[in-house]
C-alpha cells in the first residue's frame, strides 16, 4: 500500500531533550516535506526536500534540523525542544516539487514538550 | 506573495443540508488550488484540485469546487451533508511564486448536526 509512515504517533518530552521524529515513504516521492499544524494557524512549512541532500526552510524552521540521506526517509529532528514546539506535525510526500504537484500526508505525531 | 483565505473557521449545518465552505486566493499568476479533508485523528486527503483544465472540479465523497477567477474564489460545497463529513477542511494554493509548494489556509471545522 502507498503510503507515509510516521513515528511516533505520540511523544511526550522534556523542554532539551534531543528528539527525532521519523519520516518514510514507499512511492518512490523526490519531494518531500514536514509541516506543523496548530489551532488557528492552519498548516505552516517547517522544511522540504526536493530530493536526496537537497533541504531547504519552510515557513517556520526555526528550532528544528532535517536531513534527506536517502529517497523514503526524511527525519524532523528537534535538537533542544521548547514547549513552544508543542504541535501536531505532518510529513508529507510528492512525486516531484512542481506546480499542481498532489501531496501525500502521513498520519501525524503530537508532540508535547513539558 | 501568495495566500489563502478561509472565511470561517467553524461551519455548522444539518444533516442533509448544503454544505458550503469558502476559499478565497491572491497569486499573482494562474494558481493551482487544493481541497484537503482531515478527519479526526488522521493526516489530510486530497479532496480535489484545481489545475486549469475546468472551472468546476468534482471530488470524492460528492464534494465539489468552482474556480471562479474574476472573484479570486474557490469554494467547496456538497448538495447533502452527511454526519461523516464531519472533519476539517483545508484550502490551499501552488504556484511558481511559491515554488510549487502548498500555501494552506487556516482551516475550516465542519460539524454535522442530526
Known amino acids: 500500500e502507498a503510503q507515509v509512515t510516521q513515528n511516533p504517533r505520540y511523544l511526550i518530552t522534556v523542554t532539551g531533550k534531543k528528539l527525532t521524529v521519523t519520516c518514510s515513504q514507499n512511492m518512490n516521492h523526490e519531494y518531500m516535506s514536514w509541516y506543523r499544524q496548530d489551532p488557528g494557524l492552519g498548516l505552516r512549512q517547517i522544511y522540504y526536500s526536493m530530493n536526496v541532500e537537497v533541504t531547504d526552510k519552510g515557513d517556520v524552521p526555526e528550532g528544528y534540523k532535517v536531513s534527506r540521506k536517502e529517497k523514503r526517509n526524511f527525519p524532523l529532528i528537534l535538537e533542544s525542544p521548547s514547549p513552544n514546539q508543542t504541535s501536531l506535525y505532518f510529513c508529507a510526500s510528492s512525486p516531484r516539487q512542481g506546480v499542481g504537484t498532489e501531496a501525500f500526508f502521513g498520519q501525524g505525531t503530537r508532540l508535547t514538550v513539558v | 506573495a501568495q495566500s489563502v483565505t478561509q472565511l470561517g473557521s467553524h461551519v455548522s449545518v444539518s444533516e442533509g443540508a448544503l454544505v458550503l465552505l469558502r476559499c478565497n486566493y491572491s497569486?499573482?499568476?494562474?494558481?493551482?488550488l487544493f481541497w484537503y479533508v482531515q478527519y479526526p485523528n488522521q493526516g489530510l486527503q486530497l479532496l480535489l484540485k484545481?489545475?486549469?483544465?475546468?472551472?468546476l472540479v468534482k471530488g470524492i465523497n460528492g464534494f465539489e469546487a468552482e474556480f471562479k477567477k474574476s472573484e479570486t474564489s474557490f469554494h467547496l460545497t456538497k448538495p447533502s451533508a452527511h454526519m461523516s463529513d464531519a472533519a476539517e477542511y483545508f484550502c490551499?494554493?501552488?504556484?511558481?511564486?511559491?515554488?510549487?509548494?502548498?500555501?494552506f489556509g487556516k482551516g475550516t471545522k465542519l460539524s454535522v448536526k442530526p
Open positions: 484545481y489545475t486549469s483544465a475546468a472551472t
Open positions: 497569486s499573482s499568476v494562474p494558481p493551482y
Open positions: 490551499a494554493v501552488s504556484d511558481r511564486g511559491s515554488q510549487g509548494n502548498l500555501i
